[in-house]
Nanobody, 115 residues
Framework: QVQLVESGGGLVQAGGSLRLSCTNS????????MAWYRQAPGKQRELVAL???????NYLDAVKGRFTISRDNANDTVYLQMNSLKPEDTAVYYC?????????WGQGTQVTVSS
């Protein structure tokens, strides 16, 4: 059974940086995209960044220029480098991996940005 595990979350002051990582317990065949979502208290889960198997990326407008998504294809690992963090970035961040027929989610990692 595939299990995604996020790491790298924590408490940081505004303006600081964090790097999230997502690894999986076994190889996933046919990945076509990897992504990061986040969910703040009382809000819906939203797509933060996505990277396709061709390397194309897409970002939430609020994080453009501050966050960078990258992937290690050999290890099915996806990263999210978060710079210039703001209090409004506070949320639980979830890793997401997609194949044509399946979607996998991690358990989430808390990111808290203090002002």
């Amino acid at each position: 059974q595939v299990q995604l595990v996020e790491s790298g979350g924590g408490l940081v002051q505004a303006g600081g940086s964090l790097r999230l990582s997502c690894t999986n317990s076994r190889s996933i065949f046919g990945i076509n995209a990897m992504a990061w979502y986040r969910q703040a208290p009382g809000k819906q889960r939203e797509l933060v960044a996505l990277i396709t198997n061709l390397g194309s990326t897409n970002y939430l407008d609020a994080v453009k220029g501050r966050f960078t998504i990258s992937r290690d294809n050999a290890n099915d690992t996806v990263y999210l480098q978060m710079n210039s963090l703001k209090p409004e970035d506070t949320a639980v961040y979830y890793c997401n991996i997609r194949t044509p027929s399946l979607v996998y989610w991690g358990q989430g990692t808390q990111v808290t940005v203090s002002s």
